[in-house]
């Protein structure tokens, strides 16, 4: 008899409500609209977060793998041979065809401008155009970075407070009143800060790889820029080019 008082004891003293996203969700069966709307910006944030990651990620192995077949450019006899050689609506080939064009354009002037800084003014602003576009989409990451633990922190703070306002019309403070309640408006912050920690890393990473191609297209400038203001004569030390295998010898 003792043994079954005991374990209608432990069954009486049994959680009988579950915890979690879901619950603090819908406390109660009712809508919490407050945890809805951050948990809906929070996996905006986070989609957007991917989507520029893998997208930018894209198109700076595109422009890396476009600069490993510069050679082929520079071996030809000229820029407006060498620029056929290269990818269509590439960045190398816009920074070659702004080149050209400025060059072509500087003729046209009739005041004294010196065609060395007209030439670098227009091969500048290409490569800064480039550089824009390449950055386009950080400073959502940034902004992220940034707003989404206190967006999961207003969320948190929301729960706690409905949480003591329902465990103070109980009238009951006891730990298994406060601690479910409290638990599950904590899950905002955890995912404010799920979202923000990978924006951070991913900001960083594609920065650091922003400014690498930054450099090689400095520096592409500016190998253009000599060999138009030289005529041709000056081009950028290159590896010698493979050598193609000799036909077989028939006997």
Not at 70 to 86: D, M, Y
Not at 160 to 183: E, M, Q
């Amino acid at each position: 008899m003792f043994i079954y008082a005991l374990a209608a004891a432990a069954g009486a003293a049994a959680p009988q409500k579950s915890f979690g996203i879901k619950e603090a969700l819908f406390p109660n069966g009712q809508p919490n609209w407050i945890g809805i709307a951050t948990l809906v910006i929070l996996a905006i944030m986070s989609f957007g977060s991917f989507y520029i990651l893998f997208t930018k990620l894209m198109e700076q192995n595109k422009i890396i793998g476009q600069y490993k077949n510069i050679g082929t450019f520079w071996r030809a006899p000229s820029l407006r041979e060498g620029a056929a050689k290269l990818e269509k609506n590439s960045a190398w080939r816009q920074i070659v065809d702004d080149g050209i064009a400025a060059e072509d354009q500087h003729g046209k002037m009739t005041d004294a401008m010196e065609a060395h800084d007209w030439l670098h003014g227009s091969l500048a602003r290409s490569e800064a155009f480039v550089n824009a576009r390449l950055a386009g989409g950080l400073p959502f990451l940034a902004t992220v970075g940034a707003t989404a633990p206190f967006i999961g922190l207003f969320g948190t703070v929301v729960g706690i407070y409905n949480a003591l306002i329902n465990i103070g019309l109980a009238g009951s403070a006891s730990i298994d009143k406060v601690a479910g309640p409290v638990g599950e408006a904590l899950i905002m912050t955890a995912l404010g800060l799920l979202v923000a920690v990978p924006a951070v890393l991913a900001y960083n990473w594609l920065q650091a790889r922003n400014k690498k191609i930054a450099e090689l297209l400095s520096g592409f400038s500016t190998d253009i820029l000599a060999n138009i203001n030289s005529k041709g004569a000056v081009k950028p030390a290159l590896p010698a080019a493979p050598a193609t295998p000799a036909a077989p010898v028939k006997k």
